[in-house]
């Protein structure tokens, strides 16, 4: 009796025992499965899975990001040197921001503009100083403020410069970027964009960029815009030559055809201007606004133009749901207010040529030609990009090709120089592994 109760104790402490490592076993399994669950690998397989495959994103998970780092969920670390694609010139999470977005959250976020909101009016008073115009049309997304651009055009030019409606014409120039609406691409130059998305919308004309000559002569009495990057971004970096705006306004002006001016990319200080059109002292009659207005945390984009342009516009010809939402616009004054707090436009300019400065350090062959306006940089090589890419990436820096043959080099304004020189090193490395014969990664 003794020894069966003693056995029986033996035998449950052994069972217990069992169980606890059994169960530890089954929670580890859990945990690692888990972990495999969550690994850049299994995230980007079901991302490729169940997401359309509009975009061919390079091998990298961002699971949370500081300043201008990112890392992924292995805990790799990387600078973050896109920027998306310059909306996030205050780096990730700036902590001012977070802390006008948190502060909104607790009031109310999105009210439509069926109702005023208590916020909307300082986010044009501060766009509006900032551009130096009279009025501000909110929206989304760059693309949208686009559009808005070209509904006001087409309007002013059938309500004020009296071309006949269905008639008005804008010229936009080769190898543009715009965005992907169904009028954007219809004068898109880039087959990829517009493939298989006919019937393209009438009214637009292209002519080369940088030909001021090709624009005076595709003016007609119908022409109510002329739309242009000022430096265009996803074509490359392609800076236009000296004087190609200043030339461009004069003629513009002389006509009677608006100069929309899209800044989306190269607006806020990315250039080391405010606006790249401060570059020539040029002043559009339409700004268009979005990526970094929304300080990386919101999308909200903008035109801004004087009353007599804007005015065209009567209560229902055109909006959105979002935009000009108080969250977005409590995060973009806090932006801006950080933006000429700062003086981004002078961060941008100096950090720029440090780093441009130190690119050309970079020892390879390939490299043919580095150019830019502050911090946005081009690296045009005489072969296709994406080699280059995965390499720089493997060594720590976050780039994409842009155009094949140029990688785009644009860190939040934030970075810091230690911080340029150590992803200089990386980025050095990179393309000395190839020197060394080393294959791509
Ligand atoms: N305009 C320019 C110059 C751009 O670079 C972009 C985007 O890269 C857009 C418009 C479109 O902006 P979004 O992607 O926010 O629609």
């Not at 390079?58 to 805990?75: H, L, N, Q, S």
């Not at 074509?235 to 001016?261: D, Q, S």
């Not at 062959?365 to 081009?378: H, N």
């Amino acid at each position: 009796m003794v020894k069966d109760q003693c056995d029986a104790g033996f035998y449950c402490k052994i069972n217990i025992r069992t169980n606890y490592i059994s169960d530890l076993r089954t929670k580890q399994n859990v945990l690692e499965r888990s972990c495999r669950m969550n690994s850049s690998q299994s995230i980007i397989e079901k991302t490729l899975k169940l997401g359309a495959h509009n975009y061919h994103p390079k091998d990298v998970v961002i699971e949370r990001a500081e300043g201008c780092m990112v890392y992924d969920p292995e805990g790799r670390q990387y600078y973050d040197m896109l920027s998306a694609y310059s909306a996030l010139n205050f780096g990730h999470r700036h902590p001012e921001i977070i802390a006008a977005a948190i502060d909104q959250l607790g009031k109310v976020t999105l009210t439509s503009r069926a109702f005023h909101n208590a916020v909307l009016a300082d986010f044009y008073e501060k766009l509006c100083a900032l551009t130096g115009k009279e009025r501000v049309l909110p929206m989304n997304t760059g693309a949208e403020a686009v559009e808005t651009a070209l509904k006001t055009a087409r309007r002013w030019g059938a309500m004020v410069k009296g071309v006949e409606n269905g008639k008005q014409e804008i010229i936009t120039c080769s190898n543009n970027f715009h965005g992907r609406t169904i009028a954007i691409v219809s004068f898109s130059t880039d087959p990829v964009a517009r493939e298989g998305y006919g019937p393209y919308c009438p009214g637009f004309k292209t002519v080369p960029y940088g030909d001021v000559s090709a624009l005076e002569s595709a003016i007609n009495e119908n022409t109510v815009a002329f739309l242009v990057e000022p430096i265009q971004g996803e074509a490359g970096v392609i800076v236009p030559p000296e004087g190609y705006l200043k030339k461009a306004r004069e003629i513009c002006t002389k006509h009677n055809v608006l100069l929309i001016a899209d800044e989306v990319q190269t607006g806020f200080a990315r250039t080391g201007r405010m606006f790249a059109c401060e570059f020539e002292q040029v002043e559009p009659d339409i700004y268009v606004l979005g990526k970094a207005l929304g300080g990386g945390v919101m999308p909200i984009s903008a035109i801004a133009a004087d009353s007599d342009i804007m005015d065209v516009f009567t209560p229902g010809s055109h909006g959105s749901t979002f935009g000009g939402n108080p969250l977005a616009c409590a995060v973009s004054i806090k932006a801006m207010e950080i933006l000429v707090r700062d003086d981004y436009p002078k961060m941008a300019e100096e950090k720029g040529r440090y780093f441009m400065n130190k690119l050309r350090q970079v020892k390879n062959d390939q490299i043919v030609d580095i150019r830019g306006k502050g911090l946005l940089i081009g690296v045009e090589l005489s072969v296709p990009a994406d080699e280059y890419v995965k390499k720089v990436i493997k060594a720590g820096v976050l780039a994409k090709e842009t155009h094949e043959r140029t990688i785009r080099f644009a860190p939040p304004i934030v970075i810091s120089y230690a911080e340029i020189d150590d992803a200089c090193r990386k980025i050095q490395s990179a393309f000395a592994q190839d020197r060394a014969g080393a294959g791509a990664g």
